[in-house]
C-alpha cells in the first residue's frame, strides 16, 4: 500500500489566488514527520514546510501553509496568493518514527500551473 | 556556507560502463541519504551513510549498485554495467542526524545510451 498518496497529477490556479494541493499518508507509527517539497524544472528540491506529528498548531512558513488533520490522515499544502515562480512539481514526504534510518517516502507528486 | 554539492551535473554513459556520482554534504552534517527519481515519479530512497557505515540499503538493487561515505571526502554512488533502465535523476541529500531536516543536492542526471 501506498504510504504517501497524491491524488492530483496536475492543478491550474490563477495568479493571486490560492490553492490547496492534496497529500494523504498511511503509517501505524505515532511518531512522523510530513515534508513538502517543490520541484521547479530547473530539478533542483526545495523545502517548504514541516509538520511534526506532535505539533499541536500547523504549520505555516510564509505563503505556505500545512492543513494537518491528524484524524484523516491528511497533510494538505495551502499556497496563498500564487505566484507565477510557484509554477513546479509539489512533493509531499513522509518520515517514520524516531531514530533508525529516516528516511524519506515520497508521493508522486502534482503540477502546479499558475495562470498569468 | 555551500549547501549538498553533487557532481556531475549530467552524465552520460554507454550501456555496459560504470556511473561514479559523487555528494559532498553540507558542512557539519554527517547522514547522507540517497534518491533516485525516474520520470514523471517521486523520489525513491536507495542507501542512508555515515561516515564509513551504510546504516540502511534497502532501497539499493542487489547487483551492480554501491555506495560509500569515507572518512574523508564525498560520498559516492556507484553503478557498474549501467543499462538504459538505470536513466534517472538522482539526488543526495544530507542532515545534521536524527530529528533535523534534509537539504538536497540539484541532483545528477544519469543518461545511459
Known amino acids: 500500500a501506498q504510504k504517501i498518496t497524491q491524488t492530483q497529477p496536475g492543478m491550474f490556479v490563477q495568479e493571486k489566488e490560492a490553492v490547496t494541493l492534496d497529500c494523504t499518508y498511511d503509517?501505524?507509527?505515532?511518531?512522523?514527520?510530513l515534508f513538502w517539497y517543490k520541484q521547479p524544472s530547473s530539478g533542483e528540491m526545495i523545502f517548504l514546510i514541516y509538520?511534526?506529528?506532535?505539533?499541536?498548531q500547523n504549520a505555516t512558513e510564509g505563503r505556505y501553509s500545512l492543513n494537518f488533520q491528524k484524524a484523516r490522515k491528511s497533510a494538505n499544502l495551502v499556497i496563498s496568493a500564487s505566484q507565477l515562480g510557484d509554477s513546479a512539481m509539489y512533493f509531499c514526504?513522509?518520515?517514520?518514527?524516531?531514530?533508525?534510518?529516516?528516511?524519506?517516502?515520497f508521493g508522486k507528486g502534482t503540477k502546479l500551473t499558475v495562470n498569468p | 556556507n555551500a549547501g549538498v554539492m553533487q557532481n556531475p551535473r549530467h552524465l552520460v554513459r554507454r550501456r555496459g560502463q560504470e556511473a561514479r556520482l559523487r555528494c559532498s554534504p553540507m558542512k557539519g552534517h554527517s547522514h547522507v541519504y540517497w534518491y533516485r527519481q525516474l520520470p514523471e515519479e517521486g523520489l525513491k530512497f536507495m542507501v542512508y551513510l555515515q561516515k564509513e557505515n551504510i546504516i540502511d540499503e534497502s532501497g539499493m538493487p542487489k547487483e551492480r549498485f554501491s555506495a560509500e561515505f569515507p572518512k574523508e571526502g564525498p560520498s559516492i554512488l556507484r553503478i557498474q554495467q549501467v543499462v538504459r533502465g538505470d536513466s534517472a535523476a538522482y539526488f543526495c541529500?544530507?542532515?545534521?542526524?536524527?530529528?533535523?531536516?534534509?537539504?538536497f543536492g540539484s541532483g545528477t542526471r544519469l543518461t545511459v545510451v
Open positions: 541529500a544530507s542532515s545534521a542526524g536524527v530529528n533535523y531536516g534534509y537539504t
Open positions: 509538520q511534526g506529528s506532535y505539533d499541536q
Open positions: 514526504a513522509m518520515r517514520e518514527g524516531q531514530g533508525g534510518s529516516e528516511k524519506l517516502v
Open positions: 503509517t501505524s507509527d505515532p511518531s512522523y514527520g
